[in-house]
């Protein structure tokens, strides 16, 4: 699907030098207290540093000005010039958006990294056939799943509320017997309180974001994936940027891009330990966590769970590779071979 496109003269007024003469509109779903938000907010003062004020930003965060998935299309139509989405958010046009968001596929950040070193090209192509620019892209910590309930059986998910943010997910959700909800991070707290979700596979960033330990007294670090980011431009606004000036904002996208993965890393560490001090108990994979902590609030994520999410990650990337179509597959087998050899 290609996104309806608008003239961007219609929306932005270039001056004779080729700067802008309003700073251009930028939308954000996240809330400034995410990493990601700050991030973006460092990236438009570098941008406008670098370019002496020609190119500058207003940034609209939290879904103030359109929803989430209205962001690429706003942007694509010339109604925001900016916007930063999560890029599975089009893996049902294109499976290449989704890659990031396949379970058990990349789930650290040297793997997730090897795959965005693959993915990017094709990325890059498949958002500017539909008038977007794609700058930066910044994983989120690995996604782990929250629950209400203490599961140690994977059939105690049958028929629970699980909480999605994309069709892979949806999918994975039903296959492990659960109903899936698709919910907005913003909405997370709201959904909680009417009492619609059971289980959600988000990251421990998140859960901090919206002080899930009020409703998830469970956390099970699991590092499903890495999902990112994508922080993207109108590409005729970009386009009518002189070269010199289009070099300076990619330059400040890669600097973007370098210190976002270190604050995702970082704060990967940090919001496991906020839920952990927030009384959340916390189940891992990790023998070596396990042995270090005082084991109050901390153990072991139950063998049968894992098996039955890789099993039906196995069922879903089967599934997957019959209409991924062959560059979305290349990438995984690529990928997975790395991995193997």
Known sequence: MKFPTLLPALFVLTLPNGAFADPLRMATPYADSFFQTQNVREFAENVTELTAGAVSFDIHPGSTLVSHTEIPGAVANGELQ??????????GDDAIFGLD????????????????????????????????????????PPQGLYSRVEISDPAQLDGMAFRTYNAT??????????????????????????????????SAST????????????????QAWLPKNIVVMNAATFDAL??????????????????GRISSMIDAVEA??????RGVTILTTDTEVMETSDGLSMGPVSPALITAFEQASGDLLAQWADTAGEDAVGVVTRLRGQAGG
Do not use: H, N
């Open 242 to 259: 002189p070269p010199q000036t289009q070099q300076q904002v990619l330059a400040a996208a890669q600097e973007a891009e370098d210190r």
């Open 272 to 277: 496991v330990k906020v839920l952990f001090d």
């Open 101 to 140: 968001s396949l379970p058990f596929v990349a789930t650290d950040y040297g793997s997730a990294a090897d795959l965005w070193d693959e993915q990017r090209p094709l990325v890059q192509s498949a958002l500017r056939e539909r008038g977007l620019i794609a700058l930066y892209a910044v994983p989120w």
């Open 207 to 222: 859960g901090v974001s919206t002080q899930s330990w009020d409703y998830f007294p469970y956390f099970y670090d699991i």
């Open 82 to 91: 900016a916007g930063e989405f999560f890029l599975s958010i089009l893996s």
């Open 169 to 202: 997910l949806e999918t994975l959700a039903t296959l492990m017997g659960a109903t899936p909800v698709r919910v907005e991070v913003a909405d997370i707290p709201e959904a909680i309180a009417r009492d619609e979700l059971d289980v959600m596979l988000t």
